[in-house]
Every structure is written in C-alpha cells, then in structure tokens.
C-alpha cells in the first residue's frame, strides 16, 4: 500500500501536468484565432483577384478560353502537418469519386500517400503562412507549364472547406475556364 506521502507527490504532478495542458490549450486557441484572421483577410483577397481577373478577361473574348477536346486537371489540397490523416483521407476519397479520368496535382505529401490516382506533379504543403507564397508560385508555375503542354480544357480546385474548430467540408471549385459574362470592347 502507498503512503500518504507518495499520493500527494502523484496528485501534485498531476496538477502540473493539468497546468501545462492548459497552457498549451492557451496558446493553441491563440493560434487557431491568428489563422482564421489570416484565412478571413485571403479570402477577401481571392474575392478582390477573382473580380479582376473577370473584368478584364470580359474584353478579351478568346483569352482564358478552354483548349478543344482537353483533359481535366484537378489541383488537390491536403496537409503536411501531424495528425491529418482523416483530413487527408476526406479531400482524398472526394476527388477519386467525382473524377476517374483526370489528372491531378497534389499539394501535400501525405495527401500524395492516400490518392491512387494519376498524378502529374505533387509539391509540398506550405506548413506557415509565410511559406504560402513560395508554395503558390511553384504551383502556378506547375498549372503554367500542364496548360500548355497538354491543353487542358478544365481546371478544378479541391479543398476542405473550413468550417469551424474541428470542422470543415470537402469542397471543389472550378476555376477554369473562368465563368464570366464577356463584354464587347468599346
């Protein structure tokens, strides 16, 4: 049997033990409010580009037009980081039900690990909001260099949607060709 001695020196590593998870806690919430700022003011961002790119591809009528007879290729969004498995395997059986002729690109090794389908290029997953840009412009370079060797004639986007602390949704966007109303030049 233990001594009374040993059962407080247990119940007080314990308690620091709760302190320290609560710490954590602290400081993950702390990070989870700076992402979703980050998440809200790019989206906001994307709104801005998109009506851009829209307004001025409303006077070019053959520009951004999708290539004859084209393949499809899907850009497919998972993370690197620890503990994504079921993230992963959501976007994952996603896209592999809505598309068996595609080809895809796949941000994210561990997405990479779960799709059997044909991929063309996979790139890493950017793990920091400053990584962001130096993962986007190789992806853009990536969807240059496909557009024009094989003539694709749709581009898709396949993310989870985030919906909350814990909760997101499997979303595809199709990004290409652009879906605007084309005016005439003056």
């Known amino acids: 049997m233990r001594s009374t001695r040993e ?4 119940i007080r590593k314990f308690q620091e033990v709760h302190k320290i998870v609560l710490s954590m806690k602290s400081i993950a919430s702390t990070n989870v409010r700076s992402a979703q700022e980050r998440i809200e003011s790019l989206r906001s961002y ?3 580009i998109s009506e851009s790119i829209s307004m ?4 070019f009528p053959n520009l951004g037009m999708p290539a004859e007879d084209g393949e499809t290729l899907v850009v497919a969004y998972g993370s690197d ?3 994504c498995g079921i993230f992963n395997e959501k976007i994952g059986r ?5 598309f068996s002729t595609a080809s895809f690109i796949v941000v994210g090794r561990k997405l990479e690990e779960i799709l059997s389908v044909r991929k063309l290029s996979v790139l890493n997953a950017p793990v920091s909001y400053e990584a ?3 993962s986007a412009s190789a992806l853009i370079d990536a969807v240059a260099e496909l557009f024009l060797e094989r ?6 986007l396949a993310y989870n949607q ?3 602390v814990g909760r997101y949704s499997p979303t595809l966007r199709r990004v290409f060709p652009f879906e605007i109303e084309r005016k005439r030049a003056p």
């Not at 996603?94 to 809505?98: D, G, H, L, T």
């Open 7 to 10: 059962i407080d020196l247990r």
């Open 46 to 48: 994307a709104g801005e």
């Open 56 to 59: 001025i591809l409303s006077y």
């Open 81 to 83: 980081q620890g503990l």
């Open 94 to 98: 996603f896209v592999e039900e809505r």
């Open 132 to 134: 962001i840009y130096s």
């Open 151 to 156: 003539g694709i004639s749709e581009i898709f």
């Open 162 to 164: 985030f919906l909350g």
